[in-house]
């Protein structure tokens, strides 16, 4: 059964928790002069941890500490605010050093290892990396405005308009965490690079409701080549030829056959030539079983009955004597042989001699 409470929900909902606590507690002590500035500090300290949230390839260690630690000290610099004027700055600051350290830590920590930018999802992870760098400058962006805007004691007004885009941007990183997106591409570029490193092999990182899709797209591909093309007639048909053929990974091919047919490679194979030899049956079922088993693609009888018994649960001996019940062994010795204007045939006397 799968667990409805996973760590990665729980980050998902610290900022909306301590956002929430954060303005209750302000309510609670009513704290009437600068509540607007508040406010965006307040929306300021849960977008930061919404940068925080961990992406794909990451694990929650990190953002669990960072959560923990920031939350703390959140709480207490709201507590510390009683009685001072500047005292807004215990929520600024912060976010703008956060922010100056995580830009210059993620460029350092991209390139430390050169092998992990050559990775097959490369260009994903390259993708969810610079949309959160993308955010975090949106971020000390308002933090660099509210700076200035309590220096130069802007009108309220104005306070609350930055709270309002900054509610928008917290939105806006709420849902990419809900939906796993970057937000900074489009939905069909992006599920294009999903489909590149799905079919490189690497599928542990694709959300489950794309990586369905990529699946069902690839099997329509693979069911068409085999209908129409029938490279399963050579017996010498491998999962390297389809790979080279539809230019798909063979871990990608393998995948999608089990997933709807509930077949391996090998299996899937030989169920179209099993059914190939049917149609060949009830086209002429006065064929040997040998005969019938090479033209399918096997490369001996005995595979053959193996097969057709265990997807047909009968042996193809006995459904030729049942198809020639119903089809009588035509006459040779009635048949008429029309030859062209003029020409002979020969007796057996002339043949001989």
């Known amino acids: 059964m799968r667990k409805f409470i996973t760590v990665h929900l729980v980050l998902r909902f610290v900022p909306i928790a301590l956002l929430c606590l954060l303005l209750l507690?302000?309510?609670?002590?009513?704290?009437?002069?600068?509540?607007?500035?508040?406010?965006?500090?307040?929306?300021?300290a849960a977008a930061i941890q919404y940068?925080?949230?961990?992406?794909?390839?990451e694990d929650t260690a990190n953002p669990v500490r960072f959560f923990v630690v920031s939350?703390?000290?959140y709480l207490c610099a709201f507590m510390m605010q009683r009685?001072?004027?500047?005292?807004?700055?215990?929520?600024?600051?912060p976010g703008a050093v956060f922010s100056a350290v995580y830009l210059v830590g993620a460029l350092i920590l991209k390139y430390e290892d050169a092998a992990s930018v050559?990775?097959?999802?490369?260009?994903?992870?390259?993708?969810?990396?610079?949309?959160?760098t993308f955010y975090v400058i949106i971020i000390l962006g308002f933090t660099q405005a509210l700076v200035v805007m309590r220096y130069e004691q802007a009108l309220p007004l104005f306070y609350w308009i930055v709270a309002a885009l900054i509610a928008g941007v917290n939105i806006l990183l709420h849902i990419r965490a809900y939906s796993g997106r970057t937000m900074l591409i489009g939905k069909r570029k992006e599920r294009r690079i999903q489909s590149l490193i799905v079919s490189n092999g690497?599928?542990?990182?694709?959300?489950?409701?794309?990586?369905?899709?990529?699946?069902?797209?690839?099997?329509?591909?693979?069911?068409q080549f085999m209908r129409d093309s029938k490279p399963y007639l050579d017996e010498k048909f491998t999962l390297e030829k389809m790979s080279d053929v539809l230019k798909l990974n063979k871990l990608y091919i393998s995948r999608s056959i089990n997933k709807f047919t509930n077949k391996n490679f090998r299996q899937y194979v030989n169920w179209h030539r099993v059914m190939y030899s049917v149609e060949l049956m009830r086209a002429d079922p006065w064929l040997k079983?040998?005969?019938?088993?090479?033209?399918?693609?096997?490369?001996?009888?005995?595979t053959f009955n193996?097969?057709?018994?265990?997807?047909?649960?009968?042996?193809?001996?006995?459904?030729?004597?049942?198809?020639?019940?119903?089809?009588?062994?035509?006459?040779?010795?009635k048949i008429e042989v029309s030859l062209p204007r003029g020409e002979v045939v020969p007796s057996l006397q002339d043949a001989e001699s």
């Not at 940068?51 to 390839?57: F, H, I, K, S």
Request: contains cysteine; negative net charge.
């Open 202 to 223: 690497h599928m542990s990182d694709i959300v489950p409701e794309v990586e369905n899709t990529i699946l069902a797209r690839a099997y329509r591909r693979i069911d």
């Open 289 to 302: 079983v040998i005969e019938i088993a090479f033209m399918s693609g096997f490369h001996s009888q005995v």
């Open 71 to 73: 939350s703390l000290y």
């Open 306 to 333: 193996m097969c057709f018994k265990l997807f047909l649960d009968e042996t193809p001996s006995d459904m030729i004597s049942r198809l020639r019940l119903l089809k009588p062994r035509p006459d040779v010795s």
């Open 51 to 57: 940068v925080a949230y961990p992406l794909t390839r």
């Open 118 to 132: 050559f990775r097959k999802d490369a260009a994903w992870c390259c993708a969810e990396e610079d949309s959160r």
């Open 25 to 44: 507690l302000d309510y609670l002590l009513e704290f009437p002069e600068g509540r607007a500035l508040r406010l965006c500090c307040y929306l300021l």
């Open 83 to 93: 009685g001072k004027d500047m005292a807004d700055f215990y929520f600024l600051l």
